[in-house]
């Protein structure tokens, strides 16, 4: 079959990602058409620097609290074997995000109706609910893979543990989270890199009062119109991003 | 144990969903105090321009993306596996999958505004190829069990190229074809990031008309678009589950 089919494609992604990368790189290292690292060493200044230490803290203890509710389930939802139940899990990963955290946020919310129900005071506008807004947008990307890991693997080799006298412990410590280290860093991937990144939840949950790093870059090109700081912070995450992915994934394999 | 275990997180998973379904039928504008019930919010989904328009756009962007991410993708799948330079070209295609949706969104919204202004063109191009990578994963996985052979045997006995391709390759790789046209529109629905900085003035996704909508205070229309949209994506994803048990059969 010929090659040039392929020839359309690779346009497009020559075109449309190598392109508006040098693009995003170009407006990063330059200030009124000089070359300059002070879009980039923005970093380091405290508005973006606080907004970057917050992100990275609220994307970790998501990834936590993912792992932490998945890891059970995953082994809760090997030993049923409910195709059923398994895509009640996966259902509302398709659910749109926006509208899911306008639940959230009416949930929370002053009056909200857990607030009436419980008389608790609302948490709408803090990091807690910027928090419960993440786990719950990400969290059937962890159930998924650490699902499909724990699945994967052979009944044959836990019945021989057992036959061999692993008690319960040593076999969830030496068979079933081994073999799903792959599922479990893939999860980790998942939830980490979208959580660092977004602005929506803390925008919508946050109320103005969580800034994310993401919000800081959002804000650089809707309202203050700095492409140029925009980008160099934008270079930043990316390649921050793009070096924890790939550490993770060097665990992988 | 185990059961009320998965059940607290089912429950913690679908009641925020349950909460816009229930106040979707509310008679009250307020989700405060709950007035009877009614589907006067149904109908105003469809009568409201705002939301008319946004449903308009997201359909024909979605489906528009998935087409043309879809032939792109295994033109590129097809044509890639005889290329030396394919572990770089898969590499490249995936960046948008690894990168920050924001920094997507951002960089491509810096490529368009050089050459033209922002509007539902440049969203379309920006979908398209977010989903590429989409198609790839599920297309290149059934290109590897096709076999050359029969092809080459369709092409020894008097098929022409384009006549083999069609009634020889294409049939086998179809499933995987039809499951990443799917996937890729679901992403395209789903975006919010790269829509968002790369639509113009005025154009709106269902992700983004709900963004700016809520910015205005709450509109009880917006329950409503949710639960159909639900029942869209519940109903979609019974029939592809069917259509894959039936495929294994």
């Known amino acids: ?253 | 144990m185990k059961k009320a275990y998965i059940g607290l997180i089912l429950a913690f998973l679908y009641i925020p969903i349950l909460v816009l379904i229930v106040l979707s039928f509310n008679n009250s504008k307020y989700y405060v105090s709950f007035g009877g019930w009614t589907l006067r919010w149904y109908k105003r989904v469809f009568t409201d321009e705002t939301i008319r328009t946004a449903i308009l756009s997201t359909a024909l962007i979605s489906m528009a993306s998935a087409l043309i991410s879809t032939i792109l993708g295994t033109l590129g799948a097809i044509g890639l596996r005889k290329l030396r330079i394919k572990r770089v070209a898969l590499a490249i295609s995936d960046i948008p999958l690894l990168n920050p949706d924001i920094v997507t969104g951002v960089s491509m919204m810096l490529l368009f505004v050089r050459f033209t202004e922002l509007n539902t063109m440049t969203v379309l191009l920006a979908h398209i190829t977010f989903e590429i990578p989409y198609v790839l994963l599920n297309v290149s996985p059934a290109l590897l069990a096709w076999d050359d052979d029969l092809y080459h045997a369709a092409l020894d006995l008097g098929a022409g190229s384009a006549y083999a391709f069609w009634r020889v390759v294409f049939p086998e790789i179809f499933p995987g074809i039809l499951s990443g046209f799917l996937m890729a529109m679901t992403m395209s629905i789903d975006d919010f990031s790269i829509t968002y900085f790369t639509r113009g003035a005025g154009v709106n996704t269902l992700s983004t008309m709900i963004y700016t909508e809520l910015k205005r205070g709450v509109n009880p229309a917006m329950y409503a678009l949710s639960t159909l949209l639900f029942l869209a994506v519940f109903v979609l994803l019974v029939l592809n589950n069917y259509r894959e048990d039936a495929a294994r059969r």
Not at chain 1, 111 to 120: A, D, K, M, Q, Y
Not at chain 1, 221 to 241: H, I, K, Q, R
């Open chain 1, 1 to 253: 079959m010929s090659k040039r089919l392929a020839y359309p494609y690779l346009a497009w992604i020559v075109g449309f990602i190598i392109i508006p990368i040098l693009f995003i790189c170009y407006y990063g290292l330059t200030r009124d058409g000089h070359f300059t690292f002070s879009n980039i060493a923005a970093i380091t200044e405290n508005v973006h620097w606080i907004p970057l230490v917050l992100s990275v803290r609220l994307s970790l203890i998501c990834v936590v609290i993912c792992l932490l509710i998945s890891i059970p389930l995953g082994l809760a939802l090997r030993s049923i074997r409910s195709r059923f139940l398994v895509f009640l899990f996966m259902m509302p990963m398709w659910m749109n995000t926006v509208l899911s955290i306008l639940a959230w946020k009416l949930l929370l919310g002053t009056n909200g109706i857990i607030g009436r129900l419980f008389h608790v005071r609302s948490i709408l506008n803090t990091q807690l609910a910027t928090e419960i807004g993440m786990v719950y947008d990400l969290l059937p990307f962890a159930i998924i893979p650490i699902y499909n890991a724990f699945a994967s693997i052979d009944d044959s080799i836990i019945d021989a543990a057992y036959d061999l006298g692993a008690d319960r412990a040593q076999v969830l410590t030496k068979i079933m989270l081994p073999g799903a280290k792959a599922g479990i860093l893939s999860a980790v991937v998942m939830v980490f890199v979208p959580a660092l990144t977004s602005f929506v939840i803390s925008d919508m949950l946050g109320g103005g009062k969580v800034s994310l790093i993401g919000n800081v870059i959002e804000q650089e090109f809707t309202n203050s119109m700095d492409w140029n700081l925009g980008s160099g912070l934008g270079m930043v995450l990316m390649v921050f991003v793009l070096l924890s992915t790939m550490l993770l994934r060097g665990g992988e394999s």
